[in-house]
């Protein structure tokens, strides 16, 4: 890979500003589901303090939450691209952002207990690679903190508790329940992405992949989106609110994909991120310069 | 509305201001608190001795950005974080220590209920995620602990606080705001499954 320092530059500049500047598609979300809030209420004071909270990150140019997460690279290269330097120049991108305190000493040795100074270590950051017949790359970012990522779940098809069957009906319930378990634990409002069908590891990483979709967009899937809307409007009479303190606004989105499966598993996982919904990506050329960004 | 005339607290937190609390009161909070997360809670559970008077204190939820800015310590960001984990060591804590506040975020228990009346204690709620909101709220760093044993997030930091906005989640009386919402809510998802109108494709 040619510009090993434009790259490292590129990937940096990606990193600050998931870290500073919330996505347009989500800010919008939070000014609407303001309005629908009650004047004087908790849940309406609390997303002024939201709203407030992202104008001030970006003013600041400082990390919108202290938990900056775990980093998840999403990588198109064309086809043959070194993805070996492209890893090495992200991770310098990630120890110089924590360097500069775009990014919290987030990164925990599990067996020793010590914290890792760069956020550079075995599982950190996380990548995925895909060639694509194009010319340039497009990187995605995601920044998932530990508050919300503990609150996800995952049900194995039938769940008899729940009186969840293998169909539409049943994946309602699992999705129903999943909301009802976290109360505002994930920092609500928050946005669900739904897998169904997958395995056990597939299954989390499709229902995380939903994150990277536009807040307002709708499945392509016809039946998919009409279950989308119903649950998204179910989870505002649960009266949940923003950080699970009342309110109608429990989600700002939900977004359901689904993956083939093997005849005897039948998994629904459902991943939460959190209001503070860090993403942001970018198409950058081969020698690793901004084309445009994306989000 | 009660919301719009928040209640002043200040340290140190007199048994008397925050017996009068009451959950669902909007509170700001100024005065010295005292940061703890996972490490600290393990470790004064544990017996570990205190380098601070924690009697009618407040024990913050929170891992902080902070970084060194000449001599000193600036405060990048700061929320809560979440204050399950901590549900197991906090009676003990609050007993031994004194501790008068909590704030965090995010459900809390029975356990903490508990603690709660039998220590004359609050849980406040912070706005989760809000870090630069209430990373303003910091006036100054006063002082740091265990930042060597514990690493920079997990440390005690010494922080002033001035009208840092938090909701009263758990009262003294142990009435708890967030169980409240919780059981509407189960309810709510029992009736919603149990409806006579299934998802059929």
Redesign the interface.
């Known amino acids: 890979m040619k510009n090993h320092v434009q790259w490292e530059s590129s990937l940096f500049e990606l990193i600050r500003r998931t870290s500073v500047d919330l996505p347009c598609d989500i800010e919008q979300g939070l000014r609407r589901a303001c309005k629908t809030e009650k004047k004087?209420?908790?849940a309406r004071?609390?997303l002024e303090?939201?709203l407030?909270?992202v104008q001030?990150?970006r003013d600041?140019d400082?990390?919108?939450?202290?938990?900056?997460g775990s980093l998840i690279f999403y990588f198109q290269v064309p086809v043959g691209f070194d993805t070996n330097a492209l890893a090495s120049a992200t991770r310098l991108a990630v120890a110089r952002a924590t360097r500069l305190?775009y990014l919290?000493?987030?990164t925990i040795d599990s067996v020793s207990g010590?914290?890792c100074a760069t956020n550079v270590a075995y599982g950190a950051p996380t990548f995925y690679f895909e060639q694509c017949a194009r010319g340039t790359v497009d990187v995605r970012l995601l920044m998932k903190?530990?508050?919300c990522e503990?609150v996800g779940k995952q049900y194995s098809l039938p769940a008899e508790s729940?009186?969840a069957g293998r169909d539409?009906?049943g994946?309602?319930?699992c999705v129903?329940?999943a909301?009802?378990s976290a109360?505002?634990?994930g920092?609500a409002p928050g946005i669900l992405g739904v897998c169904i069908g997958g395995d056990r590891a597939t299954g989390y990483e499709c229902s995380k992949s939903q994150f990277l979709r536009k807040l307002d967009d709708k499945s392509p899937v016809k039946?998919l989106a009409r279950?989308e809307d119903?649950l998204l409007k179910?989870s505002k009479?649960?009266?949940?609110?923003p950080?699970?303190?009342?309110g109608n606004t429990a989600l700002l989105g939900l977004k359901i994909g689904s993956m083939s499966r093997v005849p005897a598993s039948f998994f629904v996982t459902v991943s939460y991120m959190?209001?503070?919904f860090r993403r942001r990506g970018a198409v950058l050329t081969v020698r690793g310069g901004f084309k445009k960004w994306l989000y | 509305m009660a919301l719009l005339k928040p209640r002043r607290l200040e340290y140190p937190f007199t048994p008397e201001q925050v017996g009068s609390l009451r959950a669902g009161q909007f509170v700001l909070v100024s005065g010295l608190v005292y940061t703890a997360r996972d490490r600290i809670h393990k470790y004064f559970f544990d017996g570990g001795k205190s380098p601070v008077d924690l009697k009618n204190a407040a024990l913050y939820h929170c891992g902080p950005v902070v970084i060194r800015k000449d001599s000193d310590w600036v405060v990048r960001a700061a929320g809560p974080t979440t204050s399950i984990r901590e549900e197991p060591y906090l009676p003990r804590i609050i007993k031994d220590h004194g501790v008068r506040v909590i704030i965090g975020k995010g459900s809390m228990g029975k356990v903490t209920e508990g603690a709660c009346k039998a220590g004359g204690c609050v849980y406040l709620h912070a706005v989760g995620g809000a870090a630069q909101v209430l990373a303003e709220k910091v006036v100054s760093v006063k002082g740091l602990y265990f930042g060597e044993e514990f690493g920079l997030a997990e440390a005690m930091w010494v922080l002033e606080l001035k009208d840092f906005p938090a909701i009263v989640a758990i009262d003294s009386k142990g009435h708890n705001l967030l169980r409240r919402v919780k059981s509407a809510s189960l309810r709510m998802g029992r009736k919603l499954m149990k409806s006579s109108d299934p998802f059929i494709p």
């Open positions: 004087s209420s908790r004071w609390i303090a939201l407030e909270n001030k990150a600041n400082a990390p919108l939450c202290q938990d900056t305190g919290r000493q987030n010590s914290a903190g530990g508050g503990n729940l009186g539409l009906e994946v309602r319930r129903l329940d909301v009802v109360q505002g634990n920092c039946i279950l119903r179910e009479v649960l009266e949940i609110g950080m699970g303190l009342g959190c209001w503070a």
